[in-house]
């Protein structure tokens, strides 16, 4: 049986919300999911850089909470 990882990318909008999309593993299938709306693509390779990808494009979502 596979093992199942999550890691999340979240980004801020430019009005202080928070956005996560949350990076699922199973063996060697990613699927991603926008908490905020819903959005879910599979995704072998770079999901994170997808994920990044559409928090800004759809939210416009460019604050990254890790930076300083």
Do not use: N, Y
């Amino acid at each position: 049986m596979p093992q199942i990882d999550t890691s999340e990318v979240s980004r801020w909008d430019q009005h202080g919300r928070r956005h996560v999309v949350r990076v699922r593993r199973t063996g060697v299938q990613r699927t991603i999911s926008c908490e905020t709306c819903d959005w879910r693509q599979r995704a072998q390779f770079l999901p994170w850089l997808k994920a990044q990808e559409h928090l800004v494009e759809a939210h416009q979502a460019t604050v990254d909470p890790t930076k300083g």
